[in-house]
């Protein structure tokens, strides 16, 4: 184990430490641009899939570093690590080691909704994620800055289709073809920093902007449209400053539940783990913002920032006189830094201070480094076919915030996808797909490349049409196989371990709706269940296992001979039960509305006085966009399943009755034409 570890740092070390120019080869089947979140995912997962995979990043001792709150998943985002971890990516693993603080959000809801998140050690993260890729066959990571983009000439056949041949470094002219270029450059692309009236060029702070030849290339060489978004980082704390008395105590979940499907327990231990706290701004807080937005200008500019994640000023300023809550999290195990979720500012730093103690537990506070703001440009998604390829760039991909998504999930989503079919293209396979209907991963590129982004993306429950199918606790079952079967990402020890977990639920259900009893005798052996009288006759205990007051360990103490072999999935199976009924109606919608998504919406179809239910928001998009396709109202924002399905059953309903109404027409004119014929043989005879 020790000899390993030292392989992995010998060879760590020596990559480091020599210039790039002599290491990487002249010629790869991909090259990915930058190593943050979607860089790294993108880098190995082309490398799984089969490529020759270079990974170019400016500080090789930042790959897979936390710009921001060293936290992962959530709300929506949680989603997206179990979908890509089942898709045998990286971050899942890497928070499983580097956690010290699991919790599950969203309980008061439905497990479809929950949201797995974890508090993480910074330095155990980038250890993990910087392993793993240095381990990776197939994979180089190189330090150096690209300068530009190779591209073809454009091909006179297809004027305006370009053709990206590999990349050019900076200082040292060295050039490196490739078959397909994957840009993950995050905030870097004309970055710029801004505290309180100063700002200068950067990606994020002692970092430097990517090269002006980048920004060059895409929008003057290859012709694409960019945008340009900001964000922003709070400054961090010192711990020993903060009276935590003053703050509530928010501890983490008793059972860490881990992110990745192959792992049975986290690495830190339940009671190792860290605890966070919450507290709230006063009005003093507010003044500081208020007497301070002169001086500073990140706030005064037009760029949009994040909306579900905005600054301390914006938040002021939206919703004047409340109080804001302000998560105090840890940095790390032996990090003496206290990360404050909520106060994300861009003023000068002696100003940053005197906000932050406004705030009762942070009164005698001490900052280490201060807040700053960022803005960069992005490349207008609606650019990008659903493989993440440049639509008029054959072999140029991108993925992360470069896409105007915001959030470390929604670029390792991406920049794994990415990696998969860019190295598909470059070994002349198909791309691979992922639908809204079969994942959180195929609603997030579908929303980028179908609707764009207006403001700073990130990623949602509400998104995500078929919510009760596409839950956490599966995407497993969902993806795995097809991971390994159709797309070639999955290590066949991932997918044996997919294999019988499904083979393993299957056998589980088979035995409890194999355990059928009158309903008399379930109401009398479960009172606390209270099964309504009107009840089936006869229920089985998959069907009792709906019931909230019923657990799987309760029928299987019962039949302990039946169902015991199967306690290890235990809350699967409960989700499974609960979810069963909607799933299977909506798998029916799901299957009715792919069969019929070229069914044609009529033109002069007036959406205000259709005789169904439909809302006011669902009828006002549709008489604005006026689909042309069930198809393409699918893809609008705002149109749920539901409208979709209300609204194939009328235009359905109304061809029935226009055909019936017809018929009628023509038998009426066939009775006419009959007795005129009758009229007319008779007349002849
Ligand atoms: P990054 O993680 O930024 O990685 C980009 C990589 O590309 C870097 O390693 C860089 O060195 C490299 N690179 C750039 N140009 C070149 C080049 N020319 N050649 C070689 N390498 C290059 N997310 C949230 O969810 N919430 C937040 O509150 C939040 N706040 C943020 C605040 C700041 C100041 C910053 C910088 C980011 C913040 N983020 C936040 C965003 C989060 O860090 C990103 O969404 C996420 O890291 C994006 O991942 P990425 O892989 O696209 O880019």
Redesign the pocket.
């Known amino acids: 184990m020790l000899t390993k570890k030292l392989r992995r740092l010998q060879s760590f070390l020596s990559v480091v430490s020599r210039p790039a120019s002599h290491r990487a080869k002249q010629q790869y089947d991909v090259v990915v641009?930058?190593?943050?979140?979607?860089?790294?995912e993108a880098a190995a997962a082309a490398a799984r899939v089969g490529a020759e995979t270079l990974l170019?990043?400016?500080?090789i001792h930042?790959?897979g570093?936390?710009?921001?709150?060293p936290s992962l998943g959530g709300v929506g985002?949680g989603h997206l690590v179990k979908e890509v971890d089942a898709l045998d990516g990286l971050c899942g693993r890497a928070a499983d080691r580097a956690g010290i603080h699991f919790s599950i959000l969203n309980r008061r809801k439905g497990p479809a909704v929950w949201g797995p998140r974890a508090q993480l050690d910074r330095q155990r993260y980038r250890d993990f994620i910087q392993s793993e890729l240095l381990s990776t066959p197939r994979l180089t990571v190189v330090e150096?800055?690209?300068?530009e983009l190779l591209v073809a000439e454009p091909n006179p056949q297809k004027p305006g289709q370009h053709r990206v041949t590999g990349i050019r470094l900076?200082n040292g002219d060295q050039q490196i073809s490739a078959s397909a270029v994957i840009l993950?450059?995050?905030?870097?692309?004309s970055g710029s920093l801004f505290v309180g009236q100063t700002s200068s060029p950067g990606?994020?702070?002692g970092?430097a902007?990517?090269?002006a030849g980048?920004s060059h290339t895409l929008r003057e060489r290859l012709g694409l449209r960019t945008g340009r978004l900001r964000?922003?980082?709070p400054p961090r704390i010192v711990k020993e400053s903060v009276d935590f008395c003053l703050a509530k105590l928010h501890p983490a979940d008793s059972h860490p539940t881990p992110f990745s499907f192959l792992n049975t327990h986290t690495h830190c231990k339940p009671d190792e783990q860290l605890p966070c706290y919450l507290t709230l701004t006063t009005p003093g807080v507010e003044r500081v913002v208020r007497e301070s937005l002169h001086l500073n200008c990140h706030i005064q500019q037009d760029a949009k920032g994040?909306r579900y994640?905005p600054s301390i000023e914006s938040r002021v300023l939206r919703f004047p006189g409340r109080q804001h809550q302000v998560w105090l999290e840890p940095e790390g195990v032996t990090s003496d830094l206290l990360y404050p979720q909520g106060l994300?500012m861009t003023m000068p730093p002696d100003t940053q201070l005197r906000l932050i103690r406004e705030i009762p537990p942070l009164h005698r506070a001490e900052i280490h480094t201060p807040g700053?703001?960022?803005q960069y440009d992005f490349v207008c998604p609606t650019q990008l076919s659903p493989a993440l390829q440049v639509k008029s760039t054959q072999g140029l991909f991108l993925?992360?915030?470069?896409n105007g998504?915001?959030?470390?999930?929604?670029?390792?989503a991406q920049?794994l996808w990415a990696g998969v079919n860019a190295a598909r293209s470059a070994l002349s396979m198909p791309a691979a797909a992922l639908s809204r209907t079969e994942s959180y991963i195929g609603v997030l590129i579908d929303d980028l490349s179908s609707r764009g982004v207006t403001e700073p993306y990130?990623m949602f429950t509400s998104r995500a049409e078929f919510r009760t199918s596409l839950r956490p606790d599966n995407a497993d079952l969902r993806l795995t196989l097809k991971g390994f079967e159709e797309v070639g990402c999955v290590s066949s020890l991932r997918y044996k371990e997919a294999i019988r977990v499904r083979d393993t639920i299957q056998d589980a259900i088979a035995a409890l709706q194999a355990v059928s009893l009158p309903t008399s005798t379930w109401r009398r052996r479960f009172p606390a269940c209270n099964i309504s009288e009107n009840k089936a006759s006869v229920l089985t205990a998959m069907d009792l296992l709906l019931y909230s007051d019923m657990s799987f360990d309760m029928l299987a103490s019962e039949w302990p001979e039946r169902l015991s072999p199967y306690a290890e999935f235990s809350q699967r199976l409960k989700i499974e039960a609960v979810y069963r009924p909607h799933c299977d109606k909506q798998k029916k919608e799901i299957e009715r509305i792919q069969r019929e998504e070229s069914m044609v919406l009529p033109d002069d179809m007036d959406y205000w006085s259709l005789p169904v239910s439909l809302s006011r928001e669902a009828r006002e998009t549709l008489d604005r966009v006026r689909p042309s396709t069930l198809g393409a109202a699918t893809r609008l924002e705002g149109i749920t399943p539901a409208a979709i399905v209300t609204l194939l059953n009328y235009v359905r309903f109304k061809e029935r009755n226009e055909t019936k109404a017809q018929r009628h027409k023509s038998n009426r004119k066939g009775e006419r034409e009959e007795d005129l014929f009758a009229t007319n043989a008779s007349l002849q005879h």
């Open positions: 641009v930058g190593g943050g979140h979607a860089g790294t170019v990043t400016q500080k930042t790959v570093a936390l710009s921001c709150n985002k150096g800055s690209v300068e900076e993950t450059t995050g905030t870097f692309l990606g994020r702070i970092d902007p990517s090269s980048l964000t922003g980082t994040p994640c994300s700053y703001g960022v993925a992360g915030q470069i998504t915001t959030g470390y999930e929604e670029a390792a920049g990130r």
